[in-house]
């Protein structure tokens, strides 16, 4: 199998080295130079291409599947329609009007497009409710995910990742110096986010569906905090309250929406699917960058 991932970056190199593992082809595309190298010293083959652009995406070539993964790089949503949106789009003629167009598509997106849910467990027959502006443009891209590819004889799906951690994102500062606000943690290791993908690719599995990428146990922020400190044997965080936090004057709108959105993300259908996770809660997956900090 020949896989195009678009925007092959914290997941995607990862997407990438598991792939060829297998013995699949990876075929890694990025804008920038220095993406480009990561993906040469990964071994995974690179195309350097605007996804926006369908002129630059012909350097790409034939492939089974493809896989987008791109990153607006934190910036507004305007900045987030023109790659998760309008790239999108792109890719998806681009590589459907080819003479040997591929079989599927796979689109990764976020939990973030369900909103606020009070806390109460979510999954992927749950009504999304974006509540900020760049998750009303992820919410778009995954209809464009599941409904355009068909336009040109292929099938779309929608890959919805809790929050990544993993290799350089483990963020333990934040938590074990605090002060720490209240709410849930829907979480998700790196090298699980591309192990369900690469499942899902290799399986032949949840064509023109959504999944949720997420491990087993939805966390209190709050309790993982104190976990941390106590595996890390420090003391436990100071903690605050969401109306503690919220009575900060300088809170975007967008940072207030984000605080009072709780939700527990279900991975049932990950799991009935038969993905088996390299790390079903956080305790495996930070055990390791605890031990190696000592």
């Known amino acids: 199998m020949r896989v195009a991932i678009l925007g092959c970056g914290y997941v995607g190199r990862e997407l990438g080295r598991q792939l060829l593992e297998r013995g699949h082809e990876a075929i890694g595309v990025r804008r920038s130079e220095d993406g480009i190298e990561r993906l040469e010293d990964d071994g995974i083959d690179a195309v350097r291409a605007d996804l926006t652009d369908p002129s630059e995406l012909e350097a790409v070539p034939d492939v089974d599947a493809i896989v987008f993964a791109a990153s607006s790089g934190g910036r507004d949503a305007e900045a987030a329609r023109e790659i998760y949106v309008e790239g999108l789009e792109t890719a998806i003629a681009a590589f459907?009007?080819?003479?040997?167009?591929?079989?599927?598509?796979?689109?990764?997106?976020s939990t973030g497009v369900y909103g606020d849910h009070d806390g109460d467990w979510v999954d992927e027959s749950t009504r999304i409710e974006p509540t900020t502006a760049k998750t009303e443009v992820l919410a778009e891209a995954e209809r464009v995910a599941r409904e355009l590819p068909a336009e040109y004889g292929f099938d779309g799906t929608v890959a919805r990742y809790a929050g990544l951690y993993g290799p350089d994102r483990y963020r333990l500062d934040r938590y074990l110096e605090g002060p720490v606000t209240a709410g849930y943690l829907n979480m998700i290791h790196r090298d699980d986010a591309a192990g369900a993908v690469?499942?899902?690719?290799?399986?032949?599995?949840?064509?023109?569906?959504?999944?949720?990428?997420?491990?087993?146990?939805?966390?209190?922020?709050?309790?993982?905090?104190?976990?941390l400190a106590d595996e890390a044997g420090v003391e436990r965080p100071p903690?605050?309250?969401?109306?503690?936090?919220?009575?900060?004057?300088?809170?975007?709108e967008t940072a207030r929406r984000r605080i009072l959105t709780s939700k527990r993300c279900s991975n049932a259908k990950l799991r009935e699917l038969g993905y088996e996770l390299a790390y079903p809660?956080?305790?495996?997956?930070?055990?390791?960058?605890?031990?190696?900090?000592?």
Do not use: C, M, N
């Open 96 to 109: 459907g009007e080819r003479e040997d167009a591929p079989d599927r598509v796979i689109y990764t997106s």
């Open 198 to 227: 690469r499942y899902l690719l290799e399986d032949d599995l949840a064509r023109g569906e959504i999944v949720q990428v997420v491990d087993d146990e939805p966390v209190e922020k709050w309790a993982f905090a104190d976990w």
């Open 239 to 252: 903690k605050r309250t969401k109306a503690e936090r919220l009575e900060d004057d300088e809170l975007s």
């Open 281 to 294: 809660t956080f305790r495996e997956g930070y055990r390791e960058v605890l031990a190696a900090r000592e």
